[in-house]
């Protein structure tokens, strides 16, 4: 839509969430899937109820009343804060078990007076040494703070500390919780904890055998089929001259009558497959006619029976073949073959109990070890075919719980996109952090401050506000004096920086550095004291037409990289009136930025609407290159090279060009497409002309091969970078065809205006 909608952090945006979640739980059949969207409408209840009452200020850094800014707030989705703090609820087990263990009473203000006391200071010292604690929350580090603090001399920081988080110290969960310490190589991550893949393994290994389509064809092959053949053949004595039921030969009215008490023994013991049970199928078809032969011996079945039963006895010979014949020996034999294999329920729970001697709480790198075949152990106690493979998707569930370096996972396809990465990278960011502490016990301290804090959800924010940083907790400013100077940090990082932005850009070039990613690169270059203008990805439906003045850095780091080449041509970027802007502070009222104006005039000017705002963005956009540049001058260079890059990227935009017909609405896919095109136009200004001509040629060849949909979208965009290459300017023609600089935002695309037809109806499945 282009008029001006409400923005997420309207109160009927909430009411909203919270009526569609009240739906699930009454009407999911699901009960866990009722269950949890119970639990979301409670939440989106208090959101409500608190933005109605003024207790909630959605868009701020500080939304709930009376809750500082270190206290982390309990946030649902799309960053709406529901008033209550995430530390605390009632009593975790771990706080319990610390009540019980000491005979204090189950409160929260008992348990942190009892940190205090000697006995409670040796234990959290106890803590510090051994490493044996998570801290779940970043609240959670005040207490082994204090005890440190206190033990290296500094009484006066661990009194400030304490003193600060006094008020809230009977609500919220300050206790760090017991848990093994992780002991992994250096530049070692995983995706999952061991238990975490176990526990997904165990899931899927208890599931009702009931709804399991598996189990329930595995129980047509092995029991129903053979069953129907016997009963077929049975029929089959009394054919003659092409006519059942012409004549019963003796002893075939018990034998039916046995087949009978058959049937009701299997159908009580086998109920997964339930299609002999339909009226209709031929099986129960033939037991129909038997009984009634059984009930009344050597009369003849009524007409409409005798059809019945001739139609069912032609049609299961015609479609498989005699019983005993070779087509169906064969036939049946597959079947049983099938049938014996074990299912994926079953390789669940034996792939399970292979993690289950393995630690826990953390990976491993011996994940491959666990992937082997069943052994002759395996096969003797669950019935299982010995050497018989483990599934490749029981494997993907497994192989989350790998620790091995990044770029391995990555390879291994346990990181199968940037979000993903952006959610093990704590772990790499947080050891590069603990090298800033010379002690032991305080390195470790903060990384496991750093993993918590890399936890805590951001929140809905406007008027250019920004998230909370951990340097502004109290217990973290109170351990600042006592780490490395600026220049130790920079040092520790020195190498992880730009490898991270290598590897973000080699393994998913053409989509964006995603805003979890953003925010764990921002938060690694502020604690080197870089200070690298990283932007965040804004959403077009709350922009409120403001910049933060990291934009502006971020376009001059782009501008300075480029100069004159290939990019700023292509998108008719003037680099010295860019590198001009002057630097200004937010402005959350008044007037706009420089580098803000810029954007709406190299948009069109357009008026305040979503897609105005998303054209005014997607300039911001172009301007910076979203973080390319930045990642770039920090010294990213991945080892496949630039031009390998702009020929990933491309083929991400080919992709997603290609996938237009078939989904609904098309307009994201134009702007996927654009973005992939961006970071291909990047990646080809920083090969020398050489490459870019060897490139480019390329990509008009691979368009050849595309359909034709794809290749008329293709081909103006394809013809404005030849001449951008070629040393023109490029001017683009008003025509669907021609030269074109593609862009993603806009009224009607005209990218959609080409193969009309191939769009029309497009799927809505």
């Known amino acids: 839509m282009d008029d001006i909608t409400p923005t997420r952090a309207d109160r009927g945006y909430a009411a909203a969430r919270l009526a569609e979640e009240l739906t699930t739980a009454l009407t999911h059949q699901d009960a866990r899937v009722r269950e949890a969207a119970r639990a979301r409408a409670d939440s989106w209840e208090r959101v409500v109820t608190g933005m109605g009452d003024g207790t909630l200020t959605i868009g701020s850094r500080t939304p709930v009343e009376d809750l500082p800014a270190w206290v982390t707030p309990e946030v649902v989705h799309g960053g709406f804060a529901t008033g209550l703090p995430a530390a605390g609820g009632p009593l975790r087990p771990h706080e319990r078990e610390l009540a019980r263990r000491h005979g204090l009473p189950e409160q929260r203000a008992a348990l942190h007076a009892h940190h205090l006391t000697e006995q409670g200071l040796a234990d959290l010292n106890t803590l510090l040494d051994s490493g044996e604690y998570e801290l779940d929350l970043p609240e959670q580090a005040v207490p082994l703070t204090v005890a440190w603090l206190l033990r290296n001399g500094d009484t006066e920081g661990a009194l400030h500390l304490l003193a600060t988080v006094e008020p809230l110290a009977d609500t919220l969960c300050l206790t760090p919780r017991p848990a093994p310490r992780q002991d992994l190589p250096a530049h070692t991550v995983f995706r999952q904890s061991v238990g975490d893949a176990r526990e997904a393994l165990s899931e899927r290994a208890a599931r009702d055998p009931a709804t399991s389509r598996p189990r329930a064809q595995q129980e047509a092959l092995a029991v129903w089929n053979p069953f129907a053949d016997r009963v077929l053949t049975h029929w089959l004595e009394t054919v003659r001259d092409g006519r059942a039921d012409a004549h019963r030969p003796a002893d075939w009215t018990r034998r039916g009558a046995a087949l009978l008490a058959e049937y009701e023994r299997l159908a009580a013991e086998h109920t997964l497959c339930t299609k002999h049970r339909k009226p209709k199928e031929n099986l129960a078809i033939l037991l129909a006619a038997l009984r009634e032969a059984v009930a009344e011996p050597g009369a003849e079945l009524t007409p409409r029976r005798r059809g019945l039963l001739r139609h069912a006895v032609d049609?299961?010979?015609?479609?498989?073949?005699?019983?005993?014949?070779?087509?169906?020996?064969?036939?049946?034999?597959?079947?049983?073959?099938?049938?014996?294999?074990?299912?994926?329920?079953?390789?669940?729970?034996?792939?399970?109990?292979?993690?289950?001697?393995?630690?826990?709480?953390?990976?491993?790198?011996?994940?491959?070890?666990?992937?082997?075949?069943?052994?002759?152990?395996?096969?003797?106690?669950?019935?299982?075919?010995?050497?018989?493979?483990?599934?490749?998707?029981?494997?993907?569930?497994?192989?989350?719980?790998?620790?091995?370096?990044?770029?391995?996972?990555?390879?291994?396809?346990v990181i199968p996109s940037a979000e993903v990465m952006a959610e093990v990278v704590p772990a790499l960011t947080a050891e590069a952090e603990a090298a800033s502490a010379a002690d032991p016990a305080l390195a470790r301290l903060v990384a496991a401050h750093h993993r918590a804090f890399s936890r805590r959800r951001s929140l809905l924010l406007l008027n250019l506000e920004s998230q909370v940083r951990a340097d502004e907790l109290p217990w973290t400013r109170a351990l600042l004096p006592h780490r490395s100077s600026p220049e130790a940090r920079r040092e520790a990082v020195a190498e992880l920086l730009p490898a991270l932005g290598s590897s973000v850009l080699a393994h998913f070039p053409g989509t964006i550095v995603p805003n979890p990613m953003v925010s764990q690169l921002a938060a690694l270059s502020r604690s080197a004291d870089l200070r690298l203008p990283l932007v965040e990805e804004l959403a077009a439906d709350i922009f409120m037409g403001g910049f933060s003045p990291k934009f502006t850095r971020a376009a001059k780091t782009a501008a300075d990289l480029l100069g004159e080449g290939l990019y700023n041509r292509y998108y008719g970027i003037d680099p010295d009136r860019v590198l001009a802007l002057e630097e200004e502070p937010p402005r959350t009222g008044g007037g706009a930025s420089d580098f803000a104006r810029l954007c709406r005039e190299r948009a069109g000017d357009p008026r305040p609407s979503v897609t105005g705002n998303g054209m005014v963005i997607e300039q911001a956009q172009i301007?910076?290159?979203?973080?390319?540049?930045?990642?770039?001058?920090?010294?990213?260079?991945?080892?496949?090279?630039?031009?390998?890059?702009?020929?990933?990227?491309?083929?991400?935009?080919?992709?997603?060009?290609?996938?237009?017909?078939?989904?609904?609405?098309?307009?994201?896919?134009?702007?996927?497409?654009?973005?992939?095109?961006?970071?291909?136009?990047?990646?080809?200004?920083?090969?020398?002309?050489?490459?870019?001509?060897?490139?480019?040629?390329?990509?008009?060849?691979?368009?050849?091969?595309?359909?034709?949909?794809?290749?008329?979208?293709?081909?103006?965009?394809?013809a404005g970078l030849r001449r951008v290459v070629e040393g023109g300017p490029l001017e683009e023609t008003e025509a669907p065809t021609g030269r074109r600089r593609f862009l993603g935002w806009g009224g009607r695309h005209w990218m959609l205006q080409i193969a009309p037809r191939a769009l029309h109806g497009a799927g809505r499945s």
């Not at 260079?637 to 890059?645: D, N, Q, S, T």
């Open 315 to 413: 049609s299961m010979v015609a479609k498989r073949g005699l019983p005993g014949s070779d087509r169906h020996t064969a036939l049946r034999a597959g079947q049983a073959e099938h049938a014996a294999r074990p299912t994926h329920d079953v390789l669940a729970a034996l792939l399970a109990d292979r993690l289950a001697p393995l630690p826990q709480a953390f990976g491993t790198p011996h994940t491959t070890e666990l992937l082997t075949p069943v052994s002759a152990e395996e096969a003797r106690e669950r019935a299982v075919p010995e050497g018989w493979p483990i599934p490749e998707a029981l494997g993907d569930v497994a192989r989350r719980a790998t620790a091995a370096p990044l770029d391995d996972l990555v390879e291994l396809g």
């Open 623 to 718: 301007l910076t290159t979203h973080n390319l540049a930045v990642l770039v001058g920090a010294g990213a260079r991945p080892a496949c090279g630039w031009a390998e890059l702009a020929r990933r990227a491309h083929a991400v935009t080919v992709r997603t060009v290609e996938s237009l017909p078939r989904v609904f609405p098309p307009r994201p896919h134009v702007k996927n497409a654009a973005f992939a095109w961006r970071q291909t136009v990047f990646f080809l200004s920083l090969c020398t002309g050489a490459e870019q001509r060897e490139v480019t040629a390329w990509m008009e060849g691979l368009a050849a091969d595309q359909p034709h949909h794809t290749r008329e979208r293709l081909e103006p965009v394809l």
